[in-house]
């Protein structure tokens, strides 16, 4: 299995520009989400999902969208890149919905720089 | 906001000697987790200790919790070079709207010295 795969690893933007950061997992976990790790911030939850076509907000949502059509993949979409959203973002997904006894399985992560 | 605190910020030991990290939280809690981060990679589980749980053990880990006082600890043994890294821990809300939300600290660089 490849647990959690991100693409790209890399990505350079022009502010004002938009694209999207796939992720994919196929462990067929139901609890899918999205962070950002910004230096001597930690993770902040951007977007999470808990299944197929059910998404919510976490602590940073503004300037990202999110879709969950698959239970397979959770795309975040940047609508116009700006440089605060340099960062390094993490794909997680966990069975279950994080729950009691569960833990989160992480990508490696895209670093995105808006210049 | 629920986010784990993490202290030290960072912690330089040498090869040998006992790493301990301290976490304290904000609200009640399903569970707490510890994840390690190597060096520009993600993020991986090491431990989970439920709230109904005082202490766990894996291998060279000992994780204690405190609900009391909203705090936990993770204990490193016999630390190795290798145990260099990032570690964050991260809390599982209690319930209602945030549930399923899983929160992280700002996380302990460690450096141990060979």
């Known amino acids: 299995n490849a647990g959690v795969t991100q693409t790209p690893k890399f990505q350079v933007l022009k502010t004002g520009q938009s694209m999207t950061l796939q992720c994919a997992q196929d462990m067929n976990h139901e609890y899918m989400s999205w962070y950002r790790q910004d230096p001597g911030m930690g993770l902040r939850l951007i977007h999470y999902s808990v299944g197929a076509g059910i998404t919510d907000q976490g602590e940073v949502p503004n300037g990202y969208n999110v879709s969950r059509s698959t239970t397979e993949d959770f795309p975040l979409r940047l609508l116009s890149a700006a440089p605060s959203q340099t960062s390094v973002y993490f794909c997680?997904?966990?069975?279950?919905?994080?729950?009691?006894?569960?833990?989160?399985?992480f990508g490696q992560g895209t670093r995105l720089t808006v210049v | 906001s629920q986010q784990g605190e993490e202290d030290p910020q960072a912690l330089s030991i040498q090869e040998g000697e006992n790493a301990t990290m301290n976490c304290s939280y904000k609200?009640?809690?399903?569970?707490l987790q510890w994840y390690r981060q190597n060096s520009g990679r993600g993020l991986v589980h090491l431990i989970l200790?439920?709230?109904?749980?005082r202490e766990k053990h894996s291998g060279r880990l000992r994780v204690t919790l405190d609900t009391s006082k909203k705090s936990s600890s993770l204990l490193i043994t016999a630390s190795r070079a290798a145990d260099t890294a990032s570690y964050f821990c991260a809390t599982l809300a209690g319930g209602g709207s945030t549930l399923g939300r899983l929160y992280f600290g700002r996380g302990t660089q460690l450096t141990v010295w060979p």
């Open positions: 997680a997904s966990s069975p279950r919905g994080v729950g009691i006894n569960t833990e989160a399985f």
């Open positions: 200790i439920r709230s109904n749980e």
């Open positions: 609200t009640s809690i399903n569970n």
